[in-house]
């Protein structure tokens, strides 16, 4: 019997941003979290706090740059097409002139 194709390829990352863009607006972490499990495509997350691990996703990657959006506190969104399809270019610090 022919093996079936696994989700495991898929992170936490890109099923949380596919979550989001599906959304009619932000969502609140626990939301977000609640719709990942719920989809079954993720198969890293079968921990004892998998929206822990989510909210923490979510949180460091709303930094600058990041792929997510903080719009109140524990609410999220997608952020703009620029941060989702490429890696970022960091700023200078103290640029000379």
């Known amino acids: 019997m022919a093996k079936q194709p696994t989700a495991k390829g898929v992170s936490a990352k890109q099923v949380t941003i596919d979550v989001l863009r599906a959304a009619d607006g932000p969502l609140k972490a626990k939301e977000i979290a609640k719709r990942v499990i719920d989809s079954g495509r993720c198969s890293g997350l079968k921990g004892k706090t998998p929206e822990a ?6 949180a460091v990657g709303s930094r600058r740059g990041g792929p997510f959006k903080r719009v109140d506190k ?4 997608v952020a703009d097409a620029r941060a989702m399809n490429g890696p970022t270019q ?7 002139t």
């Open 53 to 58: 691990t989510i909210s923490a996703m979510l």
């Open 74 to 77: 524990g609410t999220y969104t």
């Open 90 to 96: 960091k700023r200078q610090a103290n640029p000379r």
